[in-house]
Protein backbone atom coordinates (compact mmCIF):
# COMPACT_ATOMS: atom_id res chain seq x y z
CA UNK A 1 0.00 0.00 0.00
CA UNK A 2 1.86 3.10 -1.42
CA UNK A 3 1.87 6.78 0.85
CA UNK A 4 -1.33 7.84 -1.00
CA UNK A 5 -3.89 4.99 -0.65
CA UNK A 6 -2.75 4.96 2.90
CA UNK A 7 -3.73 8.46 3.51
CA UNK A 8 -6.88 7.98 1.61
CA UNK A 9 -7.24 4.69 3.84
CA UNK A 10 -6.76 6.82 7.35
CA UNK A 11 -9.28 9.62 5.89
CA UNK A 12 -11.89 7.33 4.89
CA UNK A 13 -12.22 6.40 8.48
CA UNK A 14 -11.46 9.01 10.02
CA UNK A 15 -14.86 10.11 11.20
CA UNK A 16 -15.53 6.64 12.36
CA UNK A 17 -12.37 7.13 14.94
CA UNK A 18 -13.40 10.33 16.20
CA UNK A 19 -17.01 9.55 17.17
CA UNK A 20 -15.32 5.99 18.58
CA UNK A 21 -12.68 7.77 20.66
CA UNK A 22 -14.77 10.63 21.33
CA UNK A 23 -17.22 8.44 23.02
CA UNK A 24 -14.16 7.17 25.28
CA UNK A 25 -12.67 10.29 26.11
CA UNK A 26 -15.64 13.13 25.83
CA UNK A 27 -12.73 15.52 24.91
CA UNK A 28 -12.44 16.48 20.93
CA UNK A 29 -8.75 17.70 22.27
CA UNK A 30 -8.09 14.27 23.61
CA UNK A 31 -9.38 13.06 20.45
CA UNK A 32 -7.45 14.97 17.93
CA UNK A 33 -4.68 14.38 19.80
CA UNK A 34 -5.72 10.63 19.90
CA UNK A 35 -6.49 10.54 16.22
CA UNK A 36 -2.96 12.52 14.96
CA UNK A 37 -1.07 9.69 17.16
CA UNK A 38 -3.40 7.03 15.20
CA UNK A 39 -2.26 8.10 11.76
CA UNK A 40 1.46 8.39 13.01
CA UNK A 41 1.41 4.58 13.87
CA UNK A 42 -0.69 4.20 10.48
CA UNK A 43 2.21 5.61 8.52
CA UNK A 44 4.60 3.64 10.09
CA UNK A 45 3.13 0.49 10.05
CA UNK A 46 4.08 -2.52 7.78
CA UNK A 47 0.59 -1.75 5.96
CA UNK A 48 1.71 -4.82 3.16
CA UNK A 49 0.30 -7.22 5.99
CA UNK A 50 -2.80 -5.36 6.53
CA UNK A 51 -5.73 -6.77 5.34
CA UNK A 52 -7.93 -5.10 7.09
CA UNK A 53 -7.38 -1.21 7.17
CA UNK A 54 -10.36 -0.05 8.88
CA UNK A 55 -9.75 -2.63 11.69
CA UNK A 56 -6.79 -1.88 11.82
CA UNK A 57 -7.29 2.08 12.10
CA UNK A 58 -10.09 1.37 15.14
CA UNK A 59 -7.49 -0.72 16.89
CA UNK A 60 -4.52 1.45 17.20
CA UNK A 61 -7.15 4.17 18.49
CA UNK A 62 -8.94 2.12 20.86
CA UNK A 63 -5.34 1.38 22.62
CA UNK A 64 -3.62 5.19 22.28
CA UNK A 65 -7.40 6.58 23.83
CA UNK A 66 -7.06 3.65 26.86
CA UNK A 67 -3.46 4.50 27.19
CA UNK A 68 -4.29 8.22 27.82
CA UNK A 69 -6.87 7.18 29.77
CA UNK A 70 -4.73 7.64 33.26
CA UNK A 71 -3.57 10.98 32.34
CA UNK A 72 -6.94 12.28 31.70
CA UNK A 73 -7.93 11.00 35.00
CA UNK A 74 -5.10 12.72 36.85
CA UNK A 75 -6.65 15.81 34.85
CA UNK A 76 -9.95 15.62 36.06
CA UNK A 77 -8.93 14.71 39.45
CA UNK A 78 -7.46 18.84 39.67
CA UNK A 79 -10.27 20.25 37.37
CA UNK A 80 -11.96 22.85 38.91
CA UNK A 81 -15.34 22.73 39.71
CA UNK A 82 -17.67 19.66 37.73
CA UNK A 83 -16.67 18.23 34.52
CA UNK A 84 -18.80 17.53 31.47
CA UNK A 85 -17.98 16.37 28.25
CA UNK A 86 -16.79 18.98 25.69
CA UNK A 87 -19.97 19.26 23.59
CA UNK A 88 -19.53 19.06 19.99
CA UNK A 89 -21.88 20.91 17.47
CA UNK A 90 -23.40 18.34 15.06
CA UNK A 91 -26.05 17.96 12.00
CA UNK A 92 -28.41 14.56 11.51
CA UNK A 93 -25.67 12.77 9.14
CA UNK A 94 -22.76 13.39 11.79
CA UNK A 95 -21.36 9.79 13.35
CA UNK A 96 -21.55 11.41 17.12
CA UNK A 97 -25.10 12.28 16.11
CA UNK A 98 -26.12 8.93 15.44
CA UNK A 99 -23.83 7.10 18.21
CA UNK A 100 -26.61 7.04 21.24
CA UNK A 101 -23.78 7.10 24.00
CA UNK A 102 -22.81 10.17 22.50
CA UNK A 103 -25.93 12.26 24.11
CA UNK A 104 -24.40 14.58 26.89
CA UNK A 105 -26.35 12.61 29.52
CA UNK A 106 -25.33 9.59 29.12
CA UNK A 107 -21.73 10.59 28.75
CA UNK A 108 -21.64 11.79 32.04
CA UNK A 109 -22.71 8.39 32.82
CA UNK A 110 -19.96 6.45 31.01
CA UNK A 111 -17.62 9.30 33.10
CA UNK A 112 -18.40 6.60 36.30
CA UNK A 113 -17.12 3.12 34.16
CA UNK A 114 -14.00 2.07 34.12
CA UNK A 115 -11.42 2.90 30.94
CA UNK A 116 -12.06 -1.19 29.69
CA UNK A 117 -15.88 -1.17 30.66
CA UNK A 118 -16.43 2.15 28.78
CA UNK A 119 -14.37 0.77 25.70
CA UNK A 120 -16.62 -2.21 25.29
CA UNK A 121 -19.68 -0.23 26.39
CA UNK A 122 -19.33 2.10 23.59
CA UNK A 123 -17.69 -1.00 20.67
CA UNK A 124 -20.55 -3.07 21.89
CA UNK A 125 -23.49 -0.93 22.05
CA UNK A 126 -22.85 2.32 20.38
CA UNK A 127 -21.03 0.96 17.25
CA UNK A 128 -22.14 -2.99 17.43
CA UNK A 129 -18.99 -4.69 17.33
CA UNK A 130 -18.80 -8.22 18.01
CA UNK A 131 -17.49 -9.32 21.69
CA UNK A 132 -14.98 -11.06 19.79
CA UNK A 133 -13.65 -8.59 17.35
CA UNK A 134 -13.71 -6.52 21.02
CA UNK A 135 -11.68 -9.09 22.69
CA UNK A 136 -9.03 -9.29 19.70
CA UNK A 137 -8.45 -5.28 20.26
CA UNK A 138 -8.34 -5.07 23.81
CA UNK A 139 -6.23 -8.77 23.59
CA UNK A 140 -8.47 -10.03 26.43
CA UNK A 141 -10.57 -13.43 26.16
CA UNK A 142 -14.19 -12.99 25.00
CA UNK A 143 -15.63 -14.11 28.16
CA UNK A 144 -13.46 -11.37 29.51
CA UNK A 145 -15.25 -8.83 27.83
CA UNK A 146 -18.69 -10.27 28.18
CA UNK A 147 -18.11 -9.58 31.63
CA UNK A 148 -17.04 -6.09 31.27
CA UNK A 149 -20.11 -5.16 28.80
CA UNK A 150 -22.66 -6.95 31.49
CA UNK A 151 -21.22 -4.59 33.99
CA UNK A 152 -21.43 -1.67 32.20
CA UNK A 153 -24.98 -2.50 31.15
CA UNK A 154 -26.10 -3.19 34.35
CA UNK A 155 -24.34 0.05 35.68
CA UNK A 156 -25.82 2.54 32.56
CA UNK A 157 -28.97 0.84 33.19
CA UNK A 158 -29.35 1.60 36.88
CA UNK A 159 -28.11 5.31 36.37
CA UNK A 160 -30.02 5.60 32.84
CA UNK A 161 -32.64 3.62 31.40
CA UNK A 162 -32.84 3.42 27.94
CA UNK A 163 -35.07 6.10 25.87
CA UNK A 164 -35.17 8.55 23.38
CA UNK A 165 -37.47 12.16 23.59
CA UNK A 166 -39.01 13.04 19.96
CA UNK A 167 -36.51 15.26 18.26
CA UNK A 168 -39.29 17.90 17.86
CA UNK A 169 -40.41 17.18 21.91
CA UNK A 170 -36.70 18.17 22.46
CA UNK A 171 -36.48 21.31 20.60
CA UNK A 172 -40.20 22.73 21.80
CA UNK A 173 -38.71 22.15 25.50
CA UNK A 174 -35.69 23.81 25.40
CA UNK A 175 -37.05 26.68 23.46
CA UNK A 176 -39.47 27.09 26.33
CA UNK A 177 -36.46 26.64 28.61
CA UNK A 178 -34.69 29.06 27.60
CA UNK A 179 -37.16 31.89 26.93
CA UNK A 180 -38.08 31.23 30.83
CA UNK A 181 -34.54 31.23 32.28
CA UNK A 182 -33.06 34.37 30.26
CA UNK A 183 -36.68 36.01 30.75
CA UNK A 184 -36.41 35.50 34.36
CA UNK A 185 -39.94 33.56 34.46
CA UNK A 186 -39.20 32.17 38.00
CA UNK A 187 -42.95 30.79 37.71
CA UNK A 188 -42.37 29.11 33.74
CA UNK A 189 -39.35 27.63 35.14
CA UNK A 190 -40.91 25.92 38.06
CA UNK A 191 -43.43 23.96 35.73
CA UNK A 192 -41.02 23.33 33.10
CA UNK A 193 -38.04 22.37 35.58
CA UNK A 194 -39.32 18.31 37.35
CA UNK A 195 -39.24 18.29 40.87
CA UNK A 196 -35.96 16.10 41.25
CA UNK A 197 -34.01 18.02 38.61
CA UNK A 198 -30.44 18.49 38.45
CA UNK A 199 -28.24 21.39 37.56
CA UNK A 200 -24.93 20.47 36.19
CA UNK A 201 -22.37 23.84 35.34
CA UNK A 202 -18.55 23.26 33.47
CA UNK A 203 -17.05 26.87 33.71
CA UNK A 204 -13.19 25.20 34.43
CA UNK A 205 -12.52 27.61 36.63
CA UNK A 206 -12.76 30.45 33.51
CA UNK A 207 -15.91 30.63 32.31
CA UNK A 208 -19.32 32.34 34.48
CA UNK A 209 -19.84 28.82 35.69
CA UNK A 210 -22.62 29.49 38.74
CA UNK A 211 -21.76 26.52 41.23
CA UNK A 212 -18.74 23.71 41.52
CA UNK A 213 -21.51 21.62 42.72
CA UNK A 214 -24.61 19.93 40.82
CA UNK A 215 -27.83 21.64 42.01
CA UNK A 216 -30.50 19.48 42.98
CA UNK A 217 -34.21 20.42 43.37
CA UNK A 218 -36.34 22.64 41.06
CA UNK A 219 -36.91 25.55 43.82
CA UNK A 220 -32.93 26.03 43.69
CA UNK A 221 -32.34 25.25 40.31
CA UNK A 222 -35.04 28.01 38.67
CA UNK A 223 -33.96 30.40 41.85
CA UNK A 224 -30.15 29.94 40.56
CA UNK A 225 -30.89 29.98 37.03
CA UNK A 226 -33.05 33.64 37.05
CA UNK A 227 -30.11 35.36 39.17
CA UNK A 228 -27.70 33.91 36.79
CA UNK A 229 -29.98 35.73 33.40
CA UNK A 230 -30.23 39.12 35.26
CA UNK A 231 -26.47 39.14 34.76
CA UNK A 232 -26.12 37.84 31.60
CA UNK A 233 -27.81 41.20 29.79
CA UNK A 234 -30.25 41.45 27.04
CA UNK A 235 -27.32 41.65 24.64
CA UNK A 236 -27.38 37.35 25.03
CA UNK A 237 -28.32 35.99 21.68
CA UNK A 238 -29.27 32.25 21.25
CA UNK A 239 -29.07 29.70 18.28
CA UNK A 240 -30.47 26.16 18.16
CA UNK A 241 -28.07 23.96 17.21
CA UNK A 242 -27.74 20.11 17.84
CA UNK A 243 -24.86 19.23 19.94
CA UNK A 244 -23.92 15.87 20.53
CA UNK A 245 -27.19 14.81 18.44
CA UNK A 246 -29.86 16.79 20.52
CA UNK A 247 -31.20 19.73 20.04
CA UNK A 248 -29.83 22.05 22.45
CA UNK A 249 -29.40 26.18 22.86
CA UNK A 250 -25.81 27.84 22.14
CA UNK A 251 -25.97 31.38 24.36
CA UNK A 252 -23.77 33.87 22.53
CA UNK A 253 -22.87 37.35 23.48
CA UNK A 254 -21.61 39.10 20.12
CA UNK A 255 -20.01 36.54 17.84
CA UNK A 256 -18.51 34.66 21.13
CA UNK A 257 -20.28 31.40 22.49
CA UNK A 258 -21.27 31.94 26.49
CA UNK A 259 -22.77 29.19 27.04
CA UNK A 260 -24.16 25.40 26.02
CA UNK A 261 -27.32 24.55 27.78
CA UNK A 262 -28.08 20.86 26.96
CA UNK A 263 -31.53 19.06 28.57
CA UNK A 264 -32.32 15.91 29.83
CA UNK A 265 -35.64 15.40 29.71
CA UNK A 266 -38.41 12.95 31.57
CA UNK A 267 -39.78 9.75 29.95
CA UNK A 268 -42.53 11.70 28.45
CA UNK A 269 -40.83 14.46 27.39
CA UNK A 270 -43.12 16.86 29.57
CA UNK A 271 -40.79 18.11 32.53
CA UNK A 272 -36.56 18.17 32.11
CA UNK A 273 -34.91 16.66 35.08
CA UNK A 274 -30.94 17.28 34.16
CA UNK A 275 -29.60 20.72 32.80
CA UNK A 276 -26.16 20.82 31.82
CA UNK A 277 -24.53 23.89 31.09
CA UNK A 278 -20.87 23.94 29.78
CA UNK A 279 -19.28 27.44 29.77
CA UNK A 280 -15.46 26.65 30.25
CA UNK A 281 -13.99 28.87 26.94
CA UNK A 282 -11.79 26.33 26.42
CA UNK A 283 -14.47 23.79 25.88
CA UNK A 284 -16.46 26.39 23.49
CA UNK A 285 -13.28 27.37 21.48
CA UNK A 286 -13.93 24.76 18.97
CA UNK A 287 -17.68 25.67 18.02
CA UNK A 288 -17.47 25.45 14.38
CA UNK A 289 -18.25 29.86 13.28
CA UNK A 290 -20.92 28.59 11.28
CA UNK A 291 -22.86 27.29 13.76
CA UNK A 292 -22.66 30.81 15.65
CA UNK A 293 -24.17 32.71 12.76
Not at 49 to 77: F, T
Not at 137 to 155: I, K, N, T
Amino acid sequence: MDQDTATQAFVDQRELLFSIVYNMSGSVADTDDVLQETWLSWAAADRGRVDNPRAYLVRIAVNQALARRAALSRRRETYVGQWLPEPVVTDETDPVARAESSSMALLVVLETLSPAERAVFVLHEAFGYPYTDIAEMLDRSPESVRQLAHRAREHVRARRPRYRVDARVQQAVTERFVDAALGGDLQELLRILAPDVTLWTDGGGKGPATSLRPVHGSAAVAQLLVAVASNVGESAVVRYRRVNGDPSALVLTGDSPLAVLVLDLTPDGNQVRGVYSVTNPDKLARIPPDAVR
